[in-house]
């Protein structure tokens, strides 16, 4: 055997070799380690809701034959009905809207006149429908102050409602001014009343 063919062989039992080492080198296990684990997210609720009908919620019921100076009183309890899984809200604001409309609603100035109070207590409820009127044997204080009926998120000031649980015994107010014109005569508005709660300001849990 001659030198240059002895090179060859001798070169390829070297390729061989490295690769039988390479080959070798996958049947060694490797080092491992590892942990897990779980938790439950859950969502809390906003949920408010005005009282059953009757004492508790008279927005439903209307009023007819109103003239220049009249007023129009109705209460409803606003109850945060969110449970024990729920959180207290940042704020509850008001949209009042009117369909079918008139001059009695689109009037800003003489026309209807909306003033929101609360009481500390049930009010006292007198009178014949729908001509109720209510008395506050506890504490009044405004949550929304006089001004035209229509209006969009109207912020109401002070409200035990936005704790989960707790409940605001409103009482609200229309009026319609003595100086309402002629041509508010005959006229009809069905006023809507639509309470939005708003979740707590978000932050870490």
């Not at 080198?25 to 942990?35: E, W």
């Not at 109401?156 to 005569?185: E, K």
Request: a neutral charge; aromatic letters at 4%; proline letters at 3%.
């Amino acid at each position: 055997m001659d030198r240059k063919t002895l090179k060859r062989l001798m070169g390829s039992f070297t390729v061989v070799g490295a690769a039988a080492a390479m080959a070798g080198l996958g049947t060694f296990a490797t080092f491992t380690s590892s942990t897990s684990a779980t938790h439950t997210i859950s969502s809390g609720t906003v949920s408010i809701a005005l009282g059953a009908t009757g004492s508790a919620n008279r927005l439903t019921v209307g009023a007819s034959n109103v003239v220049p100076g009249d007023t129009i009183q109705r209460a409803a309890d606003l109850i945060n009905n969110g449970g024990a899984s729920a959180d207290n809200l940042s704020g509850i604001v008001l949209t009042t809207t009117a369909s079918p409309s008139s001059l009695l609603d689109t009037e800003a100035t003489n026309g209807l006149q909306m003033t929101i109070e609360k009481c500390s207590v049930p009010w006292t409820e007198a009178g014949t429908a729908p001509a109720y009127t209510y008395t506050c044997s506890g504490t009044t204080s405004t949550v929304l102050a006089s001004r035209a009926v229509i209006g969009a998120a109207l912020p109401l000031s002070g409200l035990s409602s936005l704790t989960t649980g707790s409940t605001d015994h409103l009482r609200v107010t229309l009026t319609l001014p003595t100086a309402a014109p002629n041509t508010m005569q005959g006229l009809t508005s069905t006023i809507s009343y639509n309470f939005v709660g708003t979740q707590r300001v978000a932050g870490s849990k």
